[in-house]
């Protein structure tokens, strides 16, 4: 499975984000996903989770009720919406899929990674 994130940019305090994540293979819908994010200077985080189904979905606390994660295998995407935005949401966003179907919070468990994407929220 390869993939590729897209969709971050520079954003203003309380504005929103749309990331997604295209997926090559035939296989990606039985393929748990995740994305985390790394700020500068600081580890990698995981950020939410989405089975390989879409029916389960996890997020960090410091996210819940602003992210959404949401998948459509059909086009082999997940995608990460980001609503109310703030600056310590800064960082690179990193998808991540792995075999299974359900999800994890260990980014050790996930042997496939995009690229990356910045984000950039300003106050």
């Known amino acids: 499975v390869q993939l590729q994130a897209s969709g971050g940019g520079l954003v203003q305090a309380g504005g929103s984000l749309r990331l997604s994540c295209a997926a090559s293979?035939?296989?990606?819908?039985?393929?748990?996903a995740g994305w985390f994010r790394q700020a500068p200077g600081k580890e990698r985080e995981f950020v939410a989770g989405?089975?390989?189904?879409?029916?389960?979905?996890i997020y960090r606390d410091s996210v819940k009720g602003r992210f959404t994660i949401s998948r459509d295998n059909a086009k082999n995407t997940v995608f990460l919406q980001m609503n109310s935005l703030k600056p310590e949401d800064t960082a690179v966003y990193y998808c991540?899929?792995?075999?299974?179907?359900?999800?994890?919070?260990?980014?050790?468990?996930?042997?496939?990674w995009g690229q990356g994407t910045l984000v950039t929220v300003s106050s």
């Open positions: 293979g035939r296989t990606f819908s039985s393929n748990a």
């Open positions: 989405i089975t390989s189904s879409g029916a389960g979905t």
């Open positions: 991540a899929a792995r075999g299974g179907n359900v999800y994890s919070d260990r980014d050790y468990m996930y042997g496939y």
